[in-house]
């Protein structure tokens, strides 16, 4: 039924002018403290909810900018100074639900408008950070933090190494077999990072069965897609001889590309996009250090086309081809990154000004608005890491000691509660911001397509990201007043005691980790560009399960972790060929025996 009616905005006209937070009451909770009128603009609109596709890509772009006020707010929370580190008795806190609400901020500093939370250097959540603590490092000994990057950095490409040596080689350019290999890249690969349309593609490929154009970088681009077509079919998504990956397409793919990069004097947006297929081929292989090499040379390449056109008399705006390549450098740098904390192009930083891509095709609407869902839980996981895992968050010249605890020691717990509570709060306006007929249930109940799955696993990494400061606080907090010696805690410390609010928080990060881990498991046992990511997150999960199972204030919170753990190895073994880090994670998480294995 069609009726007119008015749909109010984000906030009313005093706050938007006074850059205020609103909560959309009429009056607002502003507008009644400042006595001044609460008015709002009105819109008409034709139905209750537009669900078209034009719509639902405006809603998920005013998350973009909701989520981007709401950072303000994390900037002030995370600079607040905190009087005294811990309360001074355990009344000081009661549950969540009898306490009041945190209060934010809600005048803005106008300095701060700008204020970037970008993936800090040296963070504490990188999975290695886990294996410092006590508890683990008695049982497996002592780990480097950069311990899986000397692991790839070590590990052979095998026939890949080949690559320079020898007179290029050509694969059968048959149109069956390359129409083939491309339909399968398009189903399997394309919805996960696209950068051009079908269309496009079938152009290249003519040309280059036409006119045997073997020297271009379309030529390159083409080869690249056939190669990942092989990779990802269904006949070759588990571990297969290198003949069955796509070698005979990549290797002679990535001997243009490398041409392209080191003698091309004059950056294009082709070149970008063939180093993001070569990044793409590399992850699904589970070689990350490869993978975000690709990506970049990718970055770099990008930002010299966006400088060389700032310095022209005709600037022009990024078209879309160039707005795509960007968010795909972006989120294989920031996952890259969040990972194994690896050095920084500069991509990350034009988040904030970058556009949102256009759908390419009508029938791809709806992978479209899942990836633009997932580039805002991308921002969301970086604030998330910038805001609880800053080693600058203790001091701005801190070296980051091997415990992440240490992270937050200073902060007190207040502080934290507040940082956590904001947080958690834009993780659930993201979650509904998604329309009703894409957003995934939350939960295990399965689900027909990846999509929607890849954005239930990042909604349950940031959720855990979000809690697991609480609980590792509390399991070190245990393990130290069960040392023998003095003891460095105060008094009355929150978190040595079953105080209801950071239970609470302890049970969100135990239940977000094995959700997790059942939601992980379809998408570690095929290739995919989250294969090596999605791998170590599991191992972090349940490391973080392990060390909450062997403490007592929190033992009880953890279910039966066998079945779990067995199929997550399962999935895993088969990818872990000798020296690999996977071979590692596999050898990490079989040393975790858990109670109910006793």
């Excluded at 005294?84 to 901020?105: A, G, I, M």
């Excluded at 290029?168 to 996960?192: C, E, G, K, R």
């Excluded at 997790?516 to 090596?532: C, E, F, G, Q, T």
Aim: net charge negative; aromatic share 8%; charged share 20%.
């Amino acid at each position: 039924m069609n009726y007119t009616r008015k749909r109010a905005l984000l906030a009313c006209d005093f706050c938007r002018h006074r850059k205020r937070r609103c909560d959309g009451k009429k009056p607002c909770f502003t507008c009644r403290e400042s006595n001044a009128d609460c008015v709002y603009q009105e819109l008409p609109s034709d139905r209750i909810e537009d669900s078209g596709p034009s719509a639902v890509i405006d809603r998920l772009s005013r998350i973009e900018s909701l989520l981007e006020q709401q950072s303000q707010q994390i900037y002030q929370l995370n600079i607040r100074s905190s009087q005294s580190p811990y309360p001074t008795s355990q009344s000081d806190y009661v549950s969540e639900k009898q306490s009041e609400p945190v209060r934010l901020l809600t005048d803005v500093d106008p300095s701060l408008e700008s204020s970037t939370f970008l993936i800090p250097k040296n963070h504490a959540a990188v999975a290695t950070t886990l294996l410092a603590f006590p508890q683990i490092r008695e049982v497996m000994g002592e780990y480097p933090r950069d311990y899986f990057f000397q692991v790839e950095e070590k590990l052979p490409l095998g026939l890949l190494d080949q690559v320079h040596s020898g007179p290029l080689t050509w694969p059968p350019l048959s149109a069956d077999i390359m129409n083939t290999l491309a339909a399968s890249y398009f189903q399997h690969v394309h919805p996960h990072q696209p950068l051009f349309t079908p269309r496009a593609f079938r152009s290249w490929q003519t040309r280059l069965l036409e006119s045997h154009d073997l020297d271009g970088v379309t030529t390159s681009i083409c080869l690249s897609v056939c190669a990942l077509g092989a990779l990802s079919s269904a006949q070759s998504s588990h571990q297969k001889a290198p003949d069955t990956l796509g070698l005979e397409y990549f290797q002679p793919s990535i001997k243009i590309m490398i041409r392209e990069v080191v003698w091309g004097f004059r950056p294009n947006i082709l070149a970008c996009q063939a180093l993001l297929l070569a990044s793409s081929y590399f992850a699904h292989l589970g070689r990350p250090l490869h993978s975000l090499r690709m990506a970049h040379f990718a970055s770099r390449l990008f930002l010299n086309i966006l400088e060389s056109r700032e310095n022209s008399l005709t600037y022009t705006e990024p078209d879309d081809d160039e707005v795509r390549v960007y968010w795909q450098c972006f989120m294989i740098e920031c996952d890259g990154t969040a990972e194994l904390d690896t050095s920084r192009s500069g991509i990350e930083p034009l988040g904030d000004r970058m556009p949102l891509p256009q759908s390419l095709d009508s029938s791809d609407d709806r992978n479209h608005i899942y990836s633009i869902a997932e580039h805002a839980i991308r921002r969301l996981l970086n604030r998330i890491l910038s805001a609880l895992y800053n080693p600058e968050t203790t001091h701005r010249y801190s070296i980051l000691s091997p415990e992440p605890i240490r992270v937050w020691q200073r902060l007190g717990l207040p502080k934290l509660l507040s940082l956590s509570a904001e947080l958690n709060r834009q993780l659930e306006e993201w979650y509904r911001q998604i329309p009703d007929y894409l957003r995934f249930p939350k939960g295990t109940d399965h689900l027909a397509s990846d999509r929607p799955r890849i954005l239930r696993i990042r909604y349950y990494t940031a959720r855990h990201l979000i809690h697991r400061p609480f609980l590792l606080q509390t399991i070190s907090r245990q393990q130290e007043a069960q040392s023998p010696g003095p003891s460095s805690l105060p008094e009355s410390d929150p978190f040595s005691l079953p105080v209801p609010v950071v239970m609470e928080r302890c049970e969100a990060c135990i239940d977000s980790c094995v959700t997790y881990l059942h939601n992980a498991v379809d998408m570690i046992d095929k290739r995919s560009p989250y294969l090596w990511t999605f791998s170590q997150n599991c191992m972090a999960a349940l490391v973080v399960l392990w060390l909450a199972d062997n403490s007592a204030p929190v033992s009880h919170l953890v279910p039966a972790m066998q079945p779990i753990q067995n199929v997550v190895l399962d999935k895993l073994r088969q990818w872990a060929i000798g020296d690999s880090s996977f071979d590692a994670t596999v050898q990490i998480m079989e040393q975790l025996i858990f109670s109910d294995r006793s």
